[in-house]
């Protein structure tokens, strides 16, 4: 059983939508991400939370805005996305020191119309 | 910039096999983690084993165990008396020992198919 938990399991939308893909984990971990995994593809990383500030942002598009509201919660807004940025989106979380085990939310699977 | 290698894109094995899945890496850090995760048709990214780049000794997790050679920057997953819930794709993964930077680079992934 996942630690992780995402929100929705799914989700459509159109490219003129505003959405948001929810993450919370109560592992009392200190860091949060996103991912991207594109099909036959591994996970590429989009944002880092650490202590709820941004510390890693891989110069993905602003149609994409992280939120952390507090160390528990991730969400990813989403906003005239393109067809090309449907993927699962992975939520992870770690206790945030070099070297920890990074663990997965089961994903949301998105696909923008 | 670090790059992970899986060269076997496929790999199928009977049940109760042993297999082998191979990763090699490039990196110039000295210190560093080294991650093996597999995700099933579930598509949910699970953990199977961890290594860290100092400890010699080889990483093991039950029926999963890794063959280290730093030097060689190799990094081999076996899979031991292999069963059906073994099937999924596996990813290989490497991290710095840098704190601010806990990135995981991945490998492209091995498809492991165990047959009835």
């Known amino acids: 059983d996942t630690e992780v938990t995402q929100t929705p399991k799914h989700l459509v939308m159109g490219m003129t939508n505003k959405k948001s893909l929810k993450c919370e984990q109560h592992m009392g971990h200190r860091a949060m991400y996103w991912y991207k995994q594109k099909a036959k593809k591994p996970p590429e990383l989009m944002f880092v939370?650490?202590?709820?500030?941004?510390?890693i942002n891989e110069s993905v598009p602003s149609r994409f805005s992280p939120e952390c509201p507090n160390s528990s919660l991730l969400n990813l807004h989403l906003h005239a996305l393109q067809p090309e940025d449907s993927a699962l989106y992975l939520c992870?979380?770690?206790?945030?020191?070099?070297?920890?085990?990074?663990?997965f939310g089961e994903g949301s699977w998105l696909t923008v119309v | 910039a670090q790059t992970v290698t899986q060269s076997q894109p496929e790999m199928s094995v009977q049940e109760a096999e042993t297999v082998t899945l191979s990763c090699t890496y490039d990196t110039s850090e000295s210190n560093y983690y080294l991650f093996w995760y597999k995700q099933p048709p579930s598509r949910q990214m699970i953990l199977v084993i961890r290594?860290?780049?100092?400890?010699?000794q080889n990483a093991t997790e039950n029926r999963f165990s890794v063959n280290f050679q730093k030097a060689a920057k190799s990094f081999s997953l076996k899979i031991s008396d292999s069963q059906l819930g073994d099937t999924a794709m596996y990813f290989c993964?490497?991290?710095?020992?840098?704190?601010?930077?806990?990135?995981?680079?991945f490998g492209t992934g091995t498809r492991l198919t165990i047959i009835p």
């Open positions: 290594q860290e780049a100092y400890k010699q």
């Open positions: 939370y650490s202590y709820e500030k941004l510390s």
């Open positions: 993964a490497f991290m710095k020992h840098r704190r601010g930077n806990e990135k995981l680079t």
């Open positions: 992870a979380s770690s206790q945030g020191w070099a070297g920890n085990t990074i663990y």
